[in-house]
Every structure is written in structure tokens, then in C-alpha cells.
């Protein structure tokens, strides 16, 4: 193990801390540890510990100084010295002799504000040829002792430099350099001739860091070994996956093949991702499977409500509407056949074993009409279900005559119409609006003391709000028609009626308080509508 020294300078006072790193077989050093430069700060001591001056008799740190001056020679180059700043440009084989100590420690109180540099050195200055300087934040000072060889085969932008100066003793000098310990890594990878050895244990990010520097050095042979290893490893969560993907795409006019690493997140499949959709889909809507279904299909409608809010998925999830609206007319189409068979006479007789397979294929099919229709809610695309919905009359007429433990998810999805049309969340025609109440209010109704014992995601109020919002979105010569039918069933009933209160106040006092469309009343139409200007 060959050692590097890192010095820390405070006003005249130095100490020197030796850390072991790894080296070739060249003798030359080869990807250091990242707590080389971890460590090498927290060596500075806190500065709100102060600590009392020590005679200059009895300072250990000057004694050390003092034998280790003695014993160098003064002609041996130093495997590792302690350099100052204003000796960059000096040749590495001159003796370097660290400071000597003051007599009198200078208080701690006067060096609060005084910046504290490291400087580190790497490598052999008496079997090198050329010093590359980082000049890094945080006060680092890296000098690397390399060879023009080395740096010219493996990175075109130090073959540029050293072709445009070439004095005595080249020194390269990188100013402002934003990441120090990676570039030190990058260098040294120059050195090595398996890069995956020394990539397989490093983590992504890291390995991001190194391919963009390796991208600034030209260091070509480096970044495709980063890229191979990108390709192999796992990328764990999106914003990873994010970091990985637009490094890569910046390397695309590097000449080099990015190609395998994009084709994780990117396809050139020529079959359409409709196709495919509409495969998932038909995978959902045929399950049978209660667990595996549920999941999917609350995975399914989160991912297809992400894409809502991306500016690109207009033309996404928008043009799957006809593979969806399919797939409602043939579910509609299935619920009427297993309603038709239901109803038969000779239905009620078969046994439970017969009866048992039918009444689970209408509560699937029933599930998967609400379902679709949670799908084009979302996406303000559930005008055409409605319309489809409110045509059912045969299958309405049917409803009374099948038990109702298996009809209520039917009235589940009428339900959900009545809600999305009381939140603005669908805009179906007056036709359509005034035909669905006259098609599947009363099944509702009659389902309704069901809903609420029997179902736990009913929600009364909401539901009875909703369909409060849609009468009161019709003319009120059929909000009358409408209301008065329920005001029958609600004096029957009670509680197992939906509660419309509010919205007959709303038709009492448009028809017998607030007649504005009479046109005996136009002047108290214009008050309302005209505020009032008070003088003061």
C-alpha cells in the first residue's frame, strides 16, 4: 500500500495525517476510497472547542516536524509532500520542508474566520511526468501525479492539452472543479484494465457521477464501461430511473452505443399500445379471481389517472375511449342476456348449484360496467355511457323480476350516473338526463334500503344529493313530474326512499316564491339579477 498525506494549514500551524490507498502493480494509485475526502475534513478540529495554548517546549507536533526534516534527505523526492499554493508550479523533485511552528500559538479566537485548506497528493512525483491540480470546493487541493501516456491514450481532452503546452515539467491546472473525488476516481480508472471490477460494487449514482466526468474527459472506454453497467444493474424508484435515463441520453452524440440502456424504458415494437391495452383490459374484465381482480384494477385506474395529469396524454389514454366503450357494450349486452335468463319462471326452480354460476356472472359483469365507467369519469369521456345507460329500458323492465341480492349492483352503477351528473363531472343532454331519471330512478328507489345495509361503499347523502342536482337540471315542468312520483314513494317508505328534501324546496320555491319566467314578474327577475347601488 502506498500512503498519500493530507495537510491541513491554520496560521503557521501543520499537521499531517496519513491514509492508505489502493495501487497497481504500475506502482501508481488506482480509485481511492470516497472517505479519503470525507475524512480528510473532519480531521479539522471544531472551532467552538477552544483549547488551551501549549508552551512552544512542549508542542508534539513541532518535535515530529523536527525528526522527520532530520531524517529525509535532503535530495529524495517525497512520495507524498505538503505543497502551498503559491508552489503549484514548482517541479516535483524539489524538496519540499513543511513550515515550522510559530513560538506562540495564535488564539483560537482570532482564527475563526481564517479558511482552512487540505491538500492532497496522489501517486509517485519521482516516476511521473506530468501533475494534473484540482482545484476543488470546500478548500481541497488535489495534485495527481500521472504520465502523459497514460492520460493521452485513455482521454482526448488531456491529449488536447498536453498538445498545447509542453513545458519542462507539464502541469495541467482545473479550476472550479465541482466534483474532486470523482475526477481522482476517473483519472485512476486509466489506469486499471478491467473497469467492471471496479464498477460491480459501486452504487448508481456514484457510477453517474463518474460517467459524467468521464464524459468531460473523453474518457470514452470508461463511460461504455458505465453504460454496461447501468444496463446490468437495477435502477430502484423513478427519480433513479429518471437520473439514469437523462445521463444516458446526453452521451447520445458521444458516438458510443446508449442504445441497450434506453430500451429498458423504450420499445420499438411495431405492435400498437392499443393493442395492448386492450389486452390488460380484457385480462380485468375476465377475472375471476376476487383479490387479483380488486388490485388490478384499483393499479389500472391510479396509472390511467397519472396520465391525466401529463401534458402528452391527450393522445394516449384518449384514444383507447373506443376499446373501452367495446368492452361497456359488451358487458351491457352480457348483463341482459343473464337478466333474460334469470327471469324465466323455471329460473327460481333449478338448483342452487345451477342458479349460483349466473348470479356471479351478472355481479361480475355488473362490476365491471362501474368499473369502466370510474374510467371515463375520470376523464370527463362518461357522456355516451349515460346516454347508453338511460336506453336500457328492457333491461329495467327486467329488474323487478330478479331477486334483489342480485340486482342491486345494477342500481349501483345508475347510483354513480346520478353522482357524476350532480358534481358537473359528466354533461349529457336534457334528453338524456330527464330519460335516465324516468328509466332508473324507481329501480333505484327500490333497491335503496338494500344499498344502505348491504353495500359499504354507498353513500347516502352523496347519492341523494346527486340525484337532487340532476332533477333540479331539468325544466321545472319535469321537475314537478318527477318529484311529485317521489314525493309517493317517500311518504310510503320513508327511510327506504331516497331523502330528496332539499331538492323539492328548491322546485317549491322556483314554482310558487320565485316564478321569474312569468311575465307578469320581469321587473323582480331584473332585481335580482341587477345588483343595487347604494349612495352614501
Given at each position: 500500500?502506498?500512503?498519500?498525506?493530507?495537510?491541513?494549514?491554520?496560521?503557521?500551524?501543520?499537521?499531517?495525517?496519513?491514509?492508505?490507498?489502493?495501487?497497481?502493480?504500475?506502482?501508481?494509485?488506482?480509485?481511492?476510497?470516497?472517505?479519503?475526502?470525507?475524512?480528510?475534513?473532519?480531521?479539522?478540529?471544531?472551532?467552538?472547542?477552544?483549547?488551551?495554548?501549549?508552551?512552544?517546549?512542549?508542542?508534539?507536533?513541532?518535535?515530529?516536524?523536527?525528526?522527520?526534516?532530520?531524517?529525509?534527505?535532503?535530495?529524495?523526492?517525497?512520495?507524498?509532500g505538503i505543497i502551498s499554493d503559491d508552489k503549484r508550479g514548482v517541479s516535483s523533485d524539489t524538496p519540499v520542508v513543511s513550515a515550522s511552528v510559530p513560538a506562540e500559538r495564535t488564539p483560537r479566537s482570532k482564527v475563526e474566520n481564517v479558511p482552512r485548506k487540505v491538500s492532497i497528493e496522489f501517486?509517485?512525483?519521482?516516476t511521473s511526468d506530468l501533475r494534473v491540480i484540482l482545484l476543488g470546493k470546500q478548500g481541497f487541493t488535489v495534485k495527481l501525479n500521472v504520465h502523459k501516456n497514460i492520460l493521452v491514450e485513455n482521454s482526448s481532452y488531456f491529449a488536447n492539452k498536453i498538445s498545447e503546452q509542453q513545458p519542462v515539467?507539464?502541469?495541467?491546472?482545473?479550476?472550479?472543479?465541482?466534483?474532486?473525488?470523482?475526477?481522482?476516481?476517473?483519472?485512476?480508472?486509466?489506469?486499471?484494465?478491467?473497469?467492471?471490477?471496479?464498477?460491480?460494487?459501486?452504487?448508481?449514482?456514484?457510477?453517474?457521477?463518474?460517467?459524467?466526468?468521464?464524459?468531460?474527459?473523453?474518457?470514452?472506454?470508461?463511460?461504455?464501461?458505465?453504460?454496461?453497467?447501468?444496463?446490468?444493474?437495477?435502477?430502484?424508484?423513478?427519480?433513479?430511473?429518471?437520473?439514469?435515463?437523462?445521463?444516458?441520453?446526453?452521451?447520445?452524440?458521444?458516438?458510443?452505443?446508449?442504445?441497450?440502456?434506453?430500451?429498458?424504458?423504450?420499445?420499438?415494437?411495431?405492435?400498437?399500445?392499443?393493442?395492448?391495452?386492450?389486452?390488460?383490459?380484457?385480462?380485468?374484465?375476465?377475472?375471476?379471481?376476487?383479490?387479483?381482480?380488486?388490485?388490478?384494477?384499483?393499479?389500472?385506474?391510479?396509472?390511467?389517472?397519472?396520465?391525466?395529469?401529463?401534458?402528452?396524454?391527450?393522445?394516449?389514454?384518449?384514444?383507447?375511449?373506443?376499446?373501452?366503450?367495446?368492452?361497456?357494450?359488451?358487458?351491457?349486452?352480457?348483463?341482459?342476456?343473464?337478466?333474460?335468463?334469470?327471469?324465466?319462471?323455471?329460473?327460481?326452480?333449478?338448483?342452487?348449484?345451477?342458479?349460483?354460476?349466473?348470479?356471479?356472472?351478472?355481479?361480475?359483469?355488473?362490476?365491471?360496467?362501474?368499473?369502466?365507467?370510474?374510467?371515463?369519469?375520470?376523464?370527463?369521456?362518461?357522456?355516451?355511457?349515460?346516454?347508453?345507460?338511460?336506453?336500457?329500458?328492457?333491461?329495467?323492465?327486467?329488474?323487478?323480476?330478479?331477486?334483489?341480492?342480485?340486482?342491486?349492483?345494477?342500481?349501483?352503477?345508475?347510483?354513480?350516473?346520478?353522482?357524476?351528473?350532480?358534481?358537473?363531472?359528466?354533461?349529457?343532454?336534457?334528453?338524456?338526463?330527464?330519460?335516465?331519471?324516468?328509466?332508473?330512478?324507481?329501480?333505484?328507489?327500490?333497491?335503496?334500503?338494500?344499498?344502505?345495509?348491504?353495500?359499504?361503499?354507498?353513500?347516502?347523502?352523496?347519492?341523494?344529493?346527486?340525484?337532487?342536482?340532476?332533477?333540479?337540471?331539468?325544466?321545472?315542468?319535469?321537475?314537478?313530474?318527477?318529484?311529485?312520483?317521489?314525493?309517493?314513494?317517500?311518504?310510503?317508505?320513508?327511510?327506504?326512499?331516497?331523502?330528496?328534501?332539499?331538492?323539492?324546496?328548491?322546485?317549491?320555491?322556483?314554482?310558487?316564491?320565485?316564478?321569474?319566467?312569468?311575465?307578469?314578474?320581469?321587473?323582480?327577475?331584473?332585481?335580482?339579477?341587477?345588483?343595487?347601488?347604494?349612495?352614501?
Amino acid at each position: 500500500m502506498a500512503e498519500i498525506r493530507v495537510r491541513k494549514v491554520e496560521q503557521g500551524q501543520t499537521k499531517i495525517r496519513n491514509v492508505p490507498i489502493a495501487v497497481t502493480p504500475e506502482g501508481f494509485w488506482c480509485c481511492p476510497s470516497p472517505n479519503v475526502f470525507q475524512k480528510s475534513l473532519k480531521t479539522q478540529n471544531p472551532l467552538n472547542k477552544p483549547k488551551s495554548p501549549v508552551p512552544p517546549s512542549q508542542n508534539p507536533v513541532h518535535k515530529k516536524q523536527t525528526s522527520v526534516t532530520e531524517k529525509r534527505p535532503a535530495s529524495a523526492a517525497p512520495k507524498a509532500g505538503i505543497i502551498s499554493d503559491d508552489k503549484r508550479g514548482v517541479s516535483s523533485d524539489t524538496p519540499v520542508v513543511s513550515a515550522s511552528v510559530p513560538a506562540e500559538r495564535t488564539p483560537r479566537s482570532k482564527v475563526e474566520n481564517v479558511p482552512r485548506k487540505v491538500s492532497i497528493e496522489f501517486g509517485e512525483p519521482g516516476t511521473s511526468d506530468l501533475r494534473v491540480i484540482l482545484l476543488g470546493k470546500q478548500g481541497f487541493t488535489v495534485k495527481l501525479n500521472v504520465h502523459k501516456n497514460i492520460l493521452v491514450e485513455n482521454s482526448s481532452y488531456f491529449a488536447n492539452k498536453i498538445s498545447e503546452q509542453q513545458p519542462v515539467f507539464p502541469c495541467i491546472e482545473i479550476d472550479d472543479c465541482e466534483d474532486v473525488e470523482i475526477y481522482v476516481e476517473t483519472v485512476g480508472l486509466m489506469y486499471c484494465k478491467e473497469f467492471k471490477q471496479r464498477l460491480i460494487k459501486q452504487s448508481v449514482s456514484r457510477v453517474l457521477r463518474i460517467i459524467k466526468v468521464a464524459e468531460q474527459l473523453g474518457f470514452k472506454s470508461c463511460m461504455q464501461s458505465c453504460l454496461e453497467y447501468l444496463e446490468a444493474v437495477p435502477w430502484v424508484g423513478e427519480e433513479e430511473e429518471e437520473k439514469v435515463v437523462s445521463s444516458v441520453l446526453r452521451l447520445q452524440s458521444e458516438g458510443i452505443g446508449v442504445t441497450p440502456v434506453l430500451k429498458r424504458v423504450s420499445s420499438d415494437i411495431s405492435k400498437p399500445h392499443k393493442d395492448t391495452f386492450s389486452h390488460i383490459l380484457e385480462l380485468v374484465l375476465k377475472s375471476n379471481e376476487e383479490r387479483g381482480r380488486r388490485e388490478m384494477k384499483s393499479i389500472v385506474l391510479k396509472l390511467l389517472r397519472e396520465n391525466n395529469s401529463l401534458p402528452s396524454s391527450s393522445n394516449s389514454v384518449d384514444s383507447y375511449y373506443e376499446i373501452i366503450y367495446g368492452s361497456c357494450t359488451s358487458c351491457l349486452n352480457s348483463v341482459l342476456s343473464l337478466f333474460k335468463q334469470a327471469a324465466e319462471p323455471e329460473f327460481s326452480n333449478n338448483s342452487s348449484d345451477c342458479r349460483e354460476p349466473v348470479v356471479k356472472q351478472m355481479v361480475l359483469e355488473a362490476d365491471n360496467l362501474s368499473w369502466m365507467l370510474e374510467i371515463l369519469t375520470d376523464r370527463q369521456a362518461a357522456d355516451e355511457f349515460a346516454v347508453m345507460w338511460a336506453s336500457q329500458q328492457e333491461l329495467a323492465s327486467l329488474h323487478t323480476k330478479l331477486p334483489i341480492v342480485s340486482r342491486h349492483h345494477v342500481s349501483c352503477i345508475t347510483a354513480r350516473l346520478f353522482v357524476g351528473i350532480g358534481r358537473g363531472e359528466l354533461l349529457p343532454s336534457k334528453d338524456t338526463r330527464n330519460l335516465l331519471l324516468q328509466t332508473w330512478l324507481q329501480p333505484l328507489i327500490n333497491d335503496y334500503s338494500w344499498l344502505q345495509h348491504g353495500c359499504r361503499s354507498f353513500d347516502r347523502k352523496v347519492v341523494e344529493e346527486g340525484i337532487g342536482r340532476t332533477i333540479l337540471t331539468l325544466p321545472l315542468e319535469e321537475q314537478q313530474s318527477i318529484l311529485l312520483s317521489w314525493l309517493g314513494s317517500f311518504l310510503k317508505s320513508g327511510d327506504n326512499c331516497p331523502n330528496l328534501q332539499r331538492a323539492f324546496e328548491v322546485w317549491w320555491r322556483r314554482t310558487f316564491v320565485r316564478p321569474y319566467a312569468e311575465s307578469g314578474n320581469t321587473r323582480q327577475l331584473d332585481h335580482l339579477v341587477t345588483p343595487k347601488v347604494t349612495e352614501h
